[in-house]
Protein backbone atom coordinates (compact mmCIF):
# COMPACT_ATOMS: atom_id res chain seq x y z
CA UNK A 1 0.00 0.00 0.00
CA UNK A 2 1.43 3.21 -1.03
CA UNK A 3 1.99 5.13 2.06
CA UNK A 4 -1.13 7.72 2.98
CA UNK A 5 -0.40 11.59 2.94
CA UNK A 6 -1.24 14.59 1.99
CA UNK A 7 -0.17 14.92 -1.40
CA UNK A 8 -2.29 14.55 -4.69
CA UNK A 9 -1.73 11.29 -4.90
CA UNK A 10 -1.60 9.41 -1.54
CA UNK A 11 -4.48 12.42 -0.06
CA UNK A 12 -7.36 12.73 1.77
CA UNK A 13 -9.22 12.02 -1.04
CA UNK A 14 -7.43 8.66 -1.72
CA UNK A 15 -7.88 7.36 2.13
CA UNK A 16 -10.99 5.67 1.38
CA UNK A 17 -9.46 3.13 -0.66
CA UNK A 18 -7.55 1.44 1.76
CA UNK A 19 -9.03 2.94 5.00
CA UNK A 20 -13.28 2.47 3.95
CA UNK A 21 -14.14 4.56 6.99
CA UNK A 22 -13.25 7.46 5.53
CA UNK A 23 -16.48 7.91 4.60
CA UNK A 24 -17.98 6.72 7.76
CA UNK A 25 -20.86 8.58 9.76
CA UNK A 26 -18.78 10.40 12.16
CA UNK A 27 -15.51 11.75 10.32
CA UNK A 28 -13.50 14.27 11.09
CA UNK A 29 -12.94 17.61 10.78
CA UNK A 30 -15.89 19.36 10.34
CA UNK A 31 -16.99 22.81 9.82
CA UNK A 32 -18.33 24.05 12.82
CA UNK A 33 -21.50 26.25 12.26
CA UNK A 34 -21.63 28.52 14.79
CA UNK A 35 -25.45 29.30 14.00
CA UNK A 36 -26.56 25.61 14.32
CA UNK A 37 -24.58 24.36 17.15
CA UNK A 38 -26.83 23.56 20.67
CA UNK A 39 -25.99 25.40 23.26
CA UNK A 40 -26.14 22.42 26.22
CA UNK A 41 -26.22 23.97 29.63
CA UNK A 42 -25.60 20.58 31.39
CA UNK A 43 -22.35 19.56 28.93
CA UNK A 44 -21.00 22.66 31.16
CA UNK A 45 -23.52 22.93 34.00
CA UNK A 46 -23.14 19.47 35.65
CA UNK A 47 -18.95 19.22 35.53
CA UNK A 48 -16.73 21.96 33.89
CA UNK A 49 -14.19 20.01 31.36
CA UNK A 50 -10.84 20.27 34.03
CA UNK A 51 -7.39 19.19 32.92
CA UNK A 52 -4.61 17.66 35.34
CA UNK A 53 -1.72 17.75 33.81
CA UNK A 54 2.08 17.65 35.08
CA UNK A 55 4.71 19.15 33.36
CA UNK A 56 6.81 17.30 31.55
CA UNK A 57 10.56 17.03 32.84
CA UNK A 58 11.91 16.32 29.07
CA UNK A 59 10.71 16.72 25.83
CA UNK A 60 10.25 13.54 23.38
CA UNK A 61 9.77 14.97 20.21
CA UNK A 62 9.27 12.72 17.05
CA UNK A 63 9.23 13.67 13.01
CA UNK A 64 6.62 10.69 12.57
CA UNK A 65 6.62 11.35 8.69
CA UNK A 66 2.94 13.37 8.62
CA UNK A 67 3.93 16.01 11.36
CA UNK A 68 5.85 17.03 14.85
CA UNK A 69 4.86 15.02 17.78
CA UNK A 70 5.47 15.30 21.13
CA UNK A 71 4.99 11.80 23.24
CA UNK A 72 4.16 12.68 26.99
CA UNK A 73 5.30 10.52 29.54
CA UNK A 74 3.59 11.88 32.79
CA UNK A 75 -0.04 10.97 33.90
CA UNK A 76 -2.55 14.08 32.77
CA UNK A 77 -5.97 13.59 33.17
CA UNK A 78 -8.58 15.39 31.00
CA UNK A 79 -12.02 14.88 32.33
CA UNK A 80 -15.48 16.32 33.07
CA UNK A 81 -17.97 18.14 30.19
CA UNK A 82 -18.80 16.00 27.76
CA UNK A 83 -16.81 13.27 29.14
CA UNK A 84 -18.67 12.95 32.66
CA UNK A 85 -16.35 11.34 34.94
CA UNK A 86 -14.30 9.57 32.72
CA UNK A 87 -10.29 9.94 33.29
CA UNK A 88 -8.87 10.44 29.75
CA UNK A 89 -4.74 10.31 30.04
CA UNK A 90 -2.84 12.56 27.52
CA UNK A 91 -0.85 10.12 25.16
CA UNK A 92 0.52 12.69 22.61
CA UNK A 93 0.42 16.10 20.92
CA UNK A 94 1.11 17.19 17.45
CA UNK A 95 -0.19 19.84 14.93
CA UNK A 96 -1.54 20.13 10.99
CA UNK A 97 -0.21 23.56 9.36
CA UNK A 98 -0.71 25.31 6.08
CA UNK A 99 2.33 26.04 3.33
CA UNK A 100 0.90 29.68 3.99
CA UNK A 101 -1.34 31.42 7.28
CA UNK A 102 -4.90 31.59 5.08
CA UNK A 103 -5.22 27.63 5.56
CA UNK A 104 -3.48 24.45 7.78
CA UNK A 105 -6.05 23.65 10.29
CA UNK A 106 -8.34 20.65 10.45
CA UNK A 107 -11.49 22.22 11.74
CA UNK A 108 -12.76 25.41 9.81
CA UNK A 109 -15.37 27.83 11.68
CA UNK A 110 -18.16 28.96 9.58
CA UNK A 111 -15.60 28.14 6.46
CA UNK A 112 -12.98 30.23 8.40
CA UNK A 113 -9.55 27.91 8.09
CA UNK A 114 -6.52 29.29 10.64
CA UNK A 115 -2.87 28.79 10.27
CA UNK A 116 -2.54 25.73 12.30
CA UNK A 117 -4.39 23.34 14.72
CA UNK A 118 -2.57 21.87 18.15
CA UNK A 119 -4.49 18.16 18.94
CA UNK A 120 -4.01 16.85 22.40
CA UNK A 121 -4.80 13.32 22.20
CA UNK A 122 -6.10 11.40 25.45
CA UNK A 123 -7.13 7.99 26.03
CA UNK A 124 -9.81 6.72 27.94
CA UNK A 125 -8.01 5.05 31.25
CA UNK A 126 -11.14 4.81 33.02
CA UNK A 127 -12.33 2.08 30.93
CA UNK A 128 -9.52 0.82 28.63
CA UNK A 129 -5.99 -0.38 29.39
CA UNK A 130 -3.61 1.58 26.84
CA UNK A 131 -4.05 3.38 23.94
CA UNK A 132 -4.27 0.74 21.47
CA UNK A 133 -6.97 -0.61 23.37
CA UNK A 134 -9.12 2.61 23.70
CA UNK A 135 -8.23 3.64 20.03
CA UNK A 136 -10.94 1.66 18.37
CA UNK A 137 -13.87 2.14 21.09
CA UNK A 138 -16.58 4.68 20.16
CA UNK A 139 -15.52 6.34 23.56
CA UNK A 140 -11.85 5.70 23.49
CA UNK A 141 -10.32 9.10 22.77
CA UNK A 142 -10.76 12.71 23.38
CA UNK A 143 -8.84 15.47 21.41
CA UNK A 144 -8.45 18.92 22.54
CA UNK A 145 -8.20 21.03 19.03
CA UNK A 146 -6.71 24.18 19.65
CA UNK A 147 -6.82 26.17 16.61
CA UNK A 148 -3.52 28.75 15.97
CA UNK A 149 -3.02 32.09 14.28
CA UNK A 150 0.07 34.02 13.47
CA UNK A 151 0.84 36.90 16.23
CA UNK A 152 3.01 36.69 19.35
CA UNK A 153 5.60 34.00 19.82
CA UNK A 154 4.02 31.22 22.14
CA UNK A 155 6.73 30.36 24.96
CA UNK A 156 5.65 27.18 25.94
CA UNK A 157 6.20 26.06 22.18
CA UNK A 158 9.77 27.64 21.84
CA UNK A 159 11.35 24.37 22.55
CA UNK A 160 8.97 22.21 19.66
CA UNK A 161 9.98 25.40 16.79
CA UNK A 162 13.30 25.88 18.10
CA UNK A 163 14.43 22.00 17.90
CA UNK A 164 12.13 21.76 14.21
CA UNK A 165 15.81 22.02 12.76
CA UNK A 166 17.07 19.33 14.34
CA UNK A 167 14.08 17.06 13.61
CA UNK A 168 13.93 17.94 9.87
CA UNK A 169 13.79 13.73 8.65
CA UNK A 170 11.28 11.39 8.77
CA UNK A 171 11.47 9.49 11.47
CA UNK A 172 13.62 11.87 13.63
CA UNK A 173 13.98 11.90 17.61
CA UNK A 174 15.38 13.64 20.26
CA UNK A 175 14.88 14.63 23.55
CA UNK A 176 15.28 17.85 24.50
CA UNK A 177 16.37 18.59 28.33
CA UNK A 178 13.67 20.91 29.27
CA UNK A 179 10.39 21.07 31.28
CA UNK A 180 7.35 21.27 28.67
CA UNK A 181 3.68 22.18 31.07
CA UNK A 182 0.90 20.87 28.28
CA UNK A 183 -1.42 23.55 30.12
CA UNK A 184 0.50 26.64 29.06
CA UNK A 185 -0.57 25.26 25.14
CA UNK A 186 -4.36 26.05 25.85
CA UNK A 187 -5.94 29.09 25.40
CA UNK A 188 -6.64 31.37 28.17
CA UNK A 189 -10.31 30.38 28.02
CA UNK A 190 -10.89 26.80 27.78
CA UNK A 191 -14.88 27.27 28.99
CA UNK A 192 -16.34 27.99 25.70
CA UNK A 193 -15.32 25.37 23.08
CA UNK A 194 -17.89 22.81 20.56
CA UNK A 195 -17.63 19.37 21.13
CA UNK A 196 -19.04 16.70 18.95
CA UNK A 197 -18.74 12.66 17.97
CA UNK A 198 -16.11 11.86 15.65
CA UNK A 199 -12.61 10.37 14.47
CA UNK A 200 -9.14 10.56 14.31
CA UNK A 201 -8.28 12.84 11.25
CA UNK A 202 -5.70 10.56 9.56
CA UNK A 203 -5.53 6.55 9.07
CA UNK A 204 -6.69 4.65 10.35
CA UNK A 205 -9.79 6.94 10.86
CA UNK A 206 -11.18 5.37 13.82
CA UNK A 207 -15.01 6.89 14.89
CA UNK A 208 -13.65 6.62 18.39
CA UNK A 209 -12.47 10.24 19.04
CA UNK A 210 -14.63 13.17 21.06
CA UNK A 211 -13.95 16.08 19.61
CA UNK A 212 -13.26 19.67 22.00
CA UNK A 213 -12.24 22.40 20.11
CA UNK A 214 -11.38 25.60 21.95
CA UNK A 215 -13.30 28.66 20.81
CA UNK A 216 -10.07 30.85 21.49
CA UNK A 217 -7.04 30.64 18.88
CA UNK A 218 -3.62 30.56 20.73
CA UNK A 219 -1.26 33.07 19.05
CA UNK A 220 2.33 31.59 17.10
CA UNK A 221 4.93 34.08 15.32
CA UNK A 222 5.75 33.92 12.46
CA UNK A 223 8.95 32.57 13.18
CA UNK A 224 7.32 29.56 14.68
CA UNK A 225 5.01 28.85 12.21
CA UNK A 226 7.64 28.86 9.13
CA UNK A 227 9.82 26.57 11.74
CA UNK A 228 7.09 23.91 10.94
CA UNK A 229 6.83 24.52 7.34
CA UNK A 230 10.64 23.52 7.02
CA UNK A 231 10.11 19.98 8.46
CA UNK A 232 10.22 17.30 5.94
CA UNK A 233 7.56 14.50 5.32
CA UNK A 234 8.11 11.14 5.03
CA UNK A 235 8.30 11.51 1.02
CA UNK A 236 11.09 14.01 1.91
CA UNK A 237 8.48 17.09 0.28
CA UNK A 238 8.27 20.00 2.70
CA UNK A 239 5.91 19.20 5.29
CA UNK A 240 2.95 21.59 4.57
CA UNK A 241 -0.60 21.47 4.18
CA UNK A 242 -0.73 18.32 6.30
CA UNK A 243 -4.62 18.86 7.03
CA UNK A 244 -7.33 17.12 5.98
CA UNK A 245 -10.86 18.67 4.99
CA UNK A 246 -13.80 18.90 6.66
CA UNK A 247 -16.28 15.71 6.22
CA UNK A 248 -19.38 15.33 6.24
CA UNK A 249 -21.23 16.50 9.56
CA UNK A 250 -24.22 13.40 8.71
CA UNK A 251 -26.44 12.97 11.44
CA UNK A 252 -24.43 14.71 14.14
CA UNK A 253 -25.17 18.17 15.89
CA UNK A 254 -22.25 19.67 17.88
CA UNK A 255 -22.63 21.44 20.93
CA UNK A 256 -21.74 24.69 22.57
CA UNK A 257 -20.67 25.61 26.40
CA UNK A 258 -21.67 29.49 25.44
CA UNK A 259 -24.12 31.67 24.06
N1 LIG B 1 -5.26 14.14 14.11
S1 LIG B 1 -5.84 13.26 15.28
O1 LIG B 1 -7.20 12.92 15.02
O2 LIG B 1 -5.58 13.88 16.56
C1 LIG B 1 -4.94 11.78 15.31
N2 LIG B 1 -4.78 10.99 14.26
N3 LIG B 1 -4.00 9.88 14.49
C2 LIG B 1 -3.54 9.84 15.74
N4 LIG B 1 -2.70 8.85 16.23
C3 LIG B 1 -2.02 7.94 15.34
C4 LIG B 1 -2.68 6.62 15.48
C5 LIG B 1 -2.20 5.43 15.05
N5 LIG B 1 -3.15 4.52 15.43
C6 LIG B 1 -3.14 3.15 15.25
C7 LIG B 1 -3.80 2.36 16.19
C8 LIG B 1 -3.81 0.99 16.02
C9 LIG B 1 -3.17 0.41 14.91
C10 LIG B 1 -2.51 1.24 13.99
C11 LIG B 1 -2.49 2.61 14.16
N6 LIG B 1 -4.12 5.14 16.06
N7 LIG B 1 -3.84 6.42 16.08
C12 LIG B 1 -2.56 8.79 17.67
C13 LIG B 1 -1.38 8.09 18.12
C14 LIG B 1 -1.23 6.75 18.30
N8 LIG B 1 -0.04 6.62 18.85
C15 LIG B 1 0.58 5.33 19.26
O3 LIG B 1 -0.21 4.27 18.65
C16 LIG B 1 0.35 2.99 18.97
C17 LIG B 1 -0.50 1.99 18.22
O4 LIG B 1 -1.80 2.02 18.73
C18 LIG B 1 0.28 2.78 20.47
O5 LIG B 1 0.84 1.52 20.79
C19 LIG B 1 1.07 3.89 21.19
O6 LIG B 1 0.94 3.73 22.59
C20 LIG B 1 0.49 5.24 20.78
O7 LIG B 1 1.28 6.29 21.37
N9 LIG B 1 0.54 7.79 19.00
N10 LIG B 1 -0.27 8.71 18.53
S2 LIG B 1 -4.10 11.16 16.65
ZN1 LIG C 1 -4.26 15.74 14.58
Redesign the pocket.
Known amino acids: MAHWGYMTTNGPSTWGKDFPIANGERQ?PIDIVTTAAEYDSDVLGSNALSTNYTPESEVKLVNNGHSI?C?ITKKGVLTGGPLGKDEYRL??F?L?WGAEDNRGS?HTVDGKMYASEL?L?HWNASKYS???DA??KPDGLA?LGIFITPGVACNQFKVISDNCGKLKTSGAEMTVDTTLDPTLLLPSNTSDYWTYLG????P?L?ES?TWIVFKEPVEYSKEQLLALRNLVDSDGNHMQDNYRPPAALKQRKVKKTFT
Open positions: SMQEQHHEHVSFAVQVSLTTPFV
